[in-house]
T-cell receptor, first 113, second 114 residues
Framework: DAKTTQPPSMDCAEGRAANLPCNHS???????VYWYRQIHSQGPQYIIH???NNETNEMASLIITEDRKSSTLILPHATLRDTAVYYC??????????????FGQGTELSVKP | DSGVTQTPKHLITATGQRVTLRCSPR?????VYWYQQSLDQGLQFLIQ???????AKGNILERFSAQQFPDLHSELNLSSLELGDSALYFC?????????????FGEGSWLTVV
């Protein structure tokens, strides 16, 4: 089962920052937080991942709380093309075991003009 | 474009039949993953291979099987198909099979069983 909790849906105005929360209170010390999105029925698209520190790339920023029990994905200037289902995933697997992604229900983000 | 190639993109077949879905991972990636996405189940992990060997198994039915070949491409075989097997099947790949390696997904193969 997925180890994360996300709101089922969110709205965001075009041009504004979209802040997507995720709770992962049972995360272990060696487990990463990954974010993917899926636009309509396309293949899930990798966005960003982190372990302990905040991370930023050309798509988004990931803020992880100090206790690692929650995180927030930030899309700094949302566009209509960011409308998608966003998945927060705690990636299980240690060493050579697994490493697979277990998807939950995600957050359906609607960016509105 | 993720670099993961899946064929066919669309497939319609009858109940009881067998189909094979093919996946070419990104250049240099050794690990391949298969996922199933249906309307009522969301994205479900099926199976993972690493350099030709099975690494992890999810809720894959006994009627389904997969393998990864020496050239690292993978095939997912679905047999005795039922209406409920209609779904989008995704292949994904990563450099290694461990938790820090990013996984990239293909665009999927739409399977419709009639």
């Amino acid at each position: 089962d997925a180890k994360t909790t996300q709101p089922p849906s969110m709205d965001c105005a075009e041009g504004r920052a979209a802040n997507l929360p995720c709770n992962h209170s049972t995360i272990s010390g060696n487990e990463y937080v990954y974010w993917y999105r899926q636009i309509h029925s396309q293949g899930p698209q990798y966005i960003i991942h982190g372990l302990k520190n905040n991370e930023t790339n050309e798509m988004a920023s990931l803020i992880i709380t100090e206790d690692r029990k929650s995180s927030t994905l930030i899309l700094p200037h949302a566009t209509l093309r960011d409308t998608a289902v966003y998945y927060c995933i705690v990636r299980v697997g240690v060493g050579n075991q697994g490493g697979k992604l277990i998807f939950g229900q995600g957050t359906e983000l609607s960016v509105k003009p | 474009d993720s670099g993961v190639t899946q064929t066919p993109k669309h497939l319609i077949t009858a109940t009881g039949q067998r189909v094979t879905l093919r996946c070419s991972p990104r250049s240099g990636d050794l690990s391949v993953y298969w996922y199933q996405q249906s309307l009522d189940q969301g994205l479900q992990f099926l199976i993972q291979y690493y350099n030709g060997e099975e690494r992890a198994k999810g809720n894959i039915l006994e009627r389904f099987s997969a393998q990864q070949f020496p050239d690292l491409h993978s095939e997912l075989n679905l047999s005795s198909l039922e209406l409920g097997d209609s779904a989008l099947y995704f292949c994904a790949s990563s450099v290694g099979g461990v938790v820090g390696n990013t996984i990239y997904f293909g665009e999927g193969s739409w399977l419709t069983v009639v």
